[in-house]
């Protein structure tokens, strides 16, 4: 008689409301790790009596009426009804209540927000007693009208808005447009609230008219534009953004160097660029957040990038790899190698075998994750533990 297989549950969030002993009994030992499980009184007798072995940041109790709604990003919650629905959110990112949500708030259960939560005042105590924020907390008067981030102040939106009232924006206003557009928004009386604003130097004495006085102001040359997406000084730059430009991102700069005609640059991200264009970059931009200089080649804002051997050979002169999500190292690449061409920055989840993973601790710097690839996980699992474990992976997994 062959011996029951062990259960293995590695997920974000793991819902075993509805495991019953029929389940269990099909499995030897099983192991839950998860953030976040949900749970009856009657599954939690069932699955203590099972000897379950569950390791988890929150265990919490929830009917089973009541539905998990997960969100990666932005969630906002209006005043559209929701019906008799009993609903649990768990927000990884930005959440969003409007004005008027009040009805809407009643149907949520318990909110999980890991990032930022943007709420009217006059909603703040409901929102309080429902809410778990493992971040920050941005409250707004409920007369204002939400606007979209970045808030362009430009001709378009001067026609559109609303005579005396005030616009909230999130992130940032821009002021970077023609001063005719703003002298309409102050024949209107609009007020625009924001935590920041990029203002032309031209159009300063009426933005500050305009914007509340607890808004910090950044000065920009006229000409200047708006940049929010990681990008390349290249050739290409000018044709797409001009001479002047203030970039909310990472920038890197190429193995050619700064393209020519560059007159203006803020930047609020890193740079990344080889050592020899250190000095004309600062000729350019006073501001940023750092310079990372780096040898040979550099690859870049890559989602699933695999280094090999041959990879690192044909960069003779180095490989600089930064903000990336899932970086892998093949188990061809010697540590001397890696030691002499390689650097890594700013990676989410870097994946190596195991007899690299004290090189990559010194030649590595600001990643979230540096672990054993899966190949070396699964050997040393068949060493310590022999008998057959049915494995699963998942973001969100229901039992």
């Known amino acids: ?89 768990i927000v990884n990112g930005r959440l969003i ?140 730059f000018l044709d797409r953004y001009g001479s002047k430009a203030y970039i909310d991102a990472n920038v890197t700069v190429g193995d050619t160097g700064l393209p020519e005609g560059l007159e203006f640059l803020y930047i609020k991200g890193d740079v990344n660029l080889p050592e020899e264009y250190k000095p004309d970059f600062l000729k350019v931009c006073k501001n940023f957040a750092r310079i990372l200089t780096f040898r040979g080649k550099c690859i870049t804002d890559v989602t699933d990038l695999v280094i090999d051997k041959a990879l690192l050979e044909s960069s003779p002169k180095g490989l600089h790899v930064t903000d990336c999500v899932n970086v892998k190292i093949t188990d061809d690449v010697p540590a001397e190698l890696i030691r002499e061409r390689l650097t890594l920055d700013d990676c989410i989840n870097i994946t190596c075998p195991e007899y690299l993973i004290s090189v990559m601790q010194t030649i590595a710097t600001d990643y979230v994750l540096l672990s054993p690839s899966e190949e070396d996980k699964e050997n040393a699992d068949m060493v310590s533990s022999p008998e057959q474990t049915v494995r699963i992976k998942a973001m969100k997994y229901k039992m």
């Open 97 to 236: 209540i409007e004005p008027g949500s009040n009805e809407a708030l009643t149907n949520y259960i318990h909110i999980q927000v890991n990032g930022e939560v943007i709420c009217p005042e006059n909603l703040s105590s409901q929102l309080s007693s429902r809410l778990t924020c493992n971040g920050s907390t941005k409250l707004y008067s409920d007369s204002c009208i939400l606007a979209e981030s970045p808030l362009r102040a430009d001709r378009v939106f001067a026609l559109r808005a609303k005579a005396e009232n005030q616009y909230y924006v999130i992130g940032k206003a821009l002021f970077l447009g023609s001063s005719s557009s703003y002298e309409l928004l102050l024949q209107k009386k609009v007020r625009i609230i924001c935590s920041h604003a990029i203002v032309a130097e031209s159009a300063l004495e009426t933005a500050v008219q305009l914007l509340d006085e607890k808004a910090d102001i950044t000065l920009v040359p006229d000409g200047c534009q708006y940049v929010n997406e990681a990008c390349c000084l290249d050739d290409t």
């Open 1 to 89: 008689m062959n011996e029951k297989k062990n259960l293995s549950i590695t997920a974000m969030i793991c819902d075993l409301r509805e495991v019953n002993e029929e389940v269990l009994n099909q499995y030897g030992e099983i192991y839950v790790e998860s953030m976040i499980v949900y749970v009856t009184e009657q599954s939690q007798e069932i699955l203590n009596r099972h000897h379950v072995q569950i390791e988890s940041m929150i265990l919490e109790r929830l009917d089973l009426d009541v539905e998990i709604i997960e969100r990666n990003g932005t969630f906002t919650i209006t005043p559209a009804p929701a019906g008799n629905k009993k609903l649990n959110l």
